[in-house]
């Protein structure tokens, strides 16, 4: 099959939604499939600017052997809400523009969110007459609307028509979680929609000497916790920060590895409390990762307590989990269940700091426990959620499209 990818996030662009769909599409390829990609230039979670890529408005070129079309996004947003508008609706026009240059194809795959993805995409595969389908990823407007991001009645109401069309016209819909899955079943679409989770590659975890960043963490004699990923509304990171002042202790020091809009926030909460054990990196490079990973005791992963947090399943709990890893994690529903099944970490409620708190001090008193706790998680996505197999489901279902 000729498999048209769109999205607005694709590396050297970094995070979970970059990750998933580059390497759905390497493997892709790797069983035979000619695989492109449309997406644009990278910006949203990178620390500086690309200096190959500044003041362009198109480019083809190739990553691992895939092509990959980069289509012009207004960047200047500063993570407000008329301009996140601004970005997604720009990227939306000129990837339908720069995709009737292209050449045709037999699936075009949209990830959402953005949700303007879901617009483009029903678009472009009309043009190319190719069969439609949509990867649900978050279900907006519902996420904005129970964070507060979205208030106005009439704009709600507006997205929700858009987001059943765009469900009602897709030919296959791809839930991430089982959550997002029910939902779309609830909407009438249950005879067309499927469950791909995430997972990870298990090569994701070597931790080779060219993969080593430029920023190192020395451990002395301290207990490193850590958090990677977007510092963003939906994770409830000040819980960890609350929880580290009740430990008040100095052999505990925790590093958060990531950017994003909360990021001034718990910065300026740390500065305030006066914490030295509480320290920020800049995003890190995908292969860098793992280095990360490897010289922490205890990963931690947290949301907010709201309803639609039962349904997310973060790339970083397997990441963590592949890497031998134990968890303490401040999340309910899907994850809690997953990290419960596998073995892999203590479960502590959303938001509750002093629960938190109980958990790394338990694992930080048993070493033995963490070293148990981290080999059943490895074991448990090495035999559940390889990104190979998951991504052999997806094919058998385009095949039959």
């Known amino acids: 099959m000729k498999i048209l990818f769109l999205t607005q996030y694709f590396p050297p662009e970094i995070g979970a939604a970059s990750t998933r769909i580059s390497e759905t599409a390497k493997y892709l390829k790797a069983i035979g499939h000619d695989i492109s990609v449309l997406t644009t230039f990278p910006n949203y979670l990178m620390s500086k600017p690309i200096a190959k890529y500044m003041g362009r408005i198109y480019c083809c070129e190739t990553f691992k052997g895939i092509k990959v079309y980069r289509s012009y996004t207004y960047t200047n947003f500063k993570k407000s809400l008329l301009g996140q508008f601004f970005a997604f609706s720009s990227f939306m026009l000129s990837s339908i523009f720069i995709s009737t240059h292209l050449e045709p194809c037999d699936v075009l795959i949209a990830t959402s969110p953005p949700f303007s993805v879901g617009i483009s995409g029903l678009i472009i595969s009309k043009l190319k007459r190719a069969k439609f389908v949509f990867e ?111 430990l008040n202790n100095k052999d505990i020091v925790l590093y958060f590895v990531g950017e994003g809009v909360e990021e001034v926030k718990l910065k300026s909460k740390v500065k305030e409390l006066k914490l030295k054990n509480v320290l920020f990196l800049e995003n890190q490079k995908r292969e860098h990762i793992p280095y990360f990973i490897s010289k922490s005791d205890i990963c931690l992963a947290t949301t907010k307590k709201l309803e639609l947090t039962k349904g997310t399943l973060p790339v970083k709990v397997f990441e963590y989990m592949a890497c031998g890893k134990p968890l303490v994690a401040a999340v309910h529903g899907e994850a809690a269940d997953l990290i419960k099944t596998a073995k892999a970490g203590l479960i502590v409620e959303p938001e509750n700091a002093k629960e938190m708190a109980d958990a790394i001090v338990k694992l930080y008193q048993n070493p033995g426990l963490r070293r148990k706790m981290g080999k059943n998680g490895k074991s448990f996505v090495t035999q559940y959620y390889m990104r190979e197999k998951l991504v052999d489901k997806l094919n058998t279902y385009l095949s039959q499209l």
């Not at 069309?165 to 249950?190: C, H």
């Open 136 to 246: 649900v990823r978050d279900i907006y407007p519902e996420t904005a609307v129970q964070l507060g991001v979205l208030k106005s009645t009439i704009l709600i109401n507006i997205l929700r028509a858009v987001e059943h069309f765009l469900y009602s016209r897709a030919n296959l819909l791809v839930a991430l979680t089982k959550g997002i899955l029910n939902y779309l079943k609830q909407l009438g679409n249950g005879d067309k929609s499927i469950l791909i989770t995430n997972g990870v590659n298990m090569d994701f975890c070597s931790h080779r000497s060219d993969n080593m960043p430029d920023i190192k963490i020395n451990k002395g004699n301290k207990l490193v916790l850590l958090n990677v990923g977007i510092l963003g509304r939906v994770h409830s990171l000040e819980t960890i920060i609350d929880a580290l002042v009740l």
